[in-house]
Antibody
Framework: EVQLVESGGGLVQPGWSLSLSCAASGFTFDNYAIHWVRQAPGKGLEWVSGISWSSGTIGYADSVKGRFTISRDNAKNSLYLQMNSLRVEDTALYYC??????????????WGQGTTVTVSS | EIVLTQSPGTLSLSPGERATLSCRAS???????LAWYQQKTGQAPRLLIY???SRATGIPDRFSGSGSGTDFTLTISRLEPEDFAVYYCQQYGSSPITFGQGTRLEIK
């Protein structure tokens, strides 16, 4: 079964750091770009960051650029998101998602269940 | 950044009716790299359409996508009870990837 499982969410204070992980199984992980997408409570979807299969292409939303760092370990079938200088507005459910085609940057056909990040004092 | 504007914000229809959802881009979407997603409450998004008009694996043929350039449409030919949800468009032809704000499809 193709699966993505996120972990690492939690409650932190503004300015703190948090590291998210996404474990993949059931597909050839190093063939696909993988992304982080978040959804604030009651709001729509927001793309956060993405990384190509080789880590050669990386992108960030302006809202997180300079604070978040995406990385992957293909040997461990894992994706990561290091989040520094967290703000209240980073509070959201964070999903990892894979692209539907190895040659595409977007169009995500498999999503995890999400991990919740809450930033509050 | 490409801004995607979806309309209407809410669409009220009955089962069996046809639904037409619109997604307009602030600039041309490269190579029609546009996707549509369905999201139900408490669930992750589900890919319906990619590359503007290709149905994802397992998606019923009552769902269809069309359009190019700046104007895209998701059509659901005959609504089933399970189709009532929120729908998002997404462009992935230019960085950053962006989503529309969503259209809520509700039962009339």
């Amino acid at each position: 079964e193709v699966q993505l499982v996120e972990s690492g969410g939690g409650l932190v204070q503004p300015g703190w750091s948090l590291s998210l992980s996404c474990a993949a199984s059931g597909f050839t992980f190093d063939n696909y770009a993988i992304h982080w997408v978040r959804q604030a409570p009651g709001k729509g979807l927001e793309w956060v960051s993405g990384i190509s299969w080789s880590s050669g292409t990386i992108g960030y939303a302006d809202s997180v650029k300079g604070r978040f760092t995406i990385s992957r370990d293909n040997a461990k079938n894992s994706l990561y998101l290091q989040m520094n200088s967290l703000r209240v507005e980073d509070t959201a459910l964070y999903y990892c998602a894979k692209t539907y085609d190895s040659g595409r940057w977007g169009g995500m056909d498999v999503w995890g269940q999400g991990t919740t990040v809450t930033v509050s004092s | 950044e490409i801004v995607l504007t979806q309309s209407p914000g809410t669409l009220s229809l009955s089962p069996g009716e046809r639904a037409t959802l619109s997604c307009r881009a602030s600039q041309s979407v490269s190579s029609s790299y546009l996707a549509w997603y369905q999201q139900k409450t408490g669930q992750a998004p589900r890919l319906l359409i990619y590359d503007a008009s290709s149905r994802a694996t397992g998606i019923p043929d009552r769902f269809s996508g069309s359009g190019s350039g700046t104007d895209f449409t998701l059509t659901i030919s005959r609504l089933e009870p399970e189709d009532f949800a929120v729908y998002y468009c997404q462009q992935y032809g230019s960085s950053p990837i962006t989503f529309g704000q969503g259209t809520r499809l509700e039962i009339k």
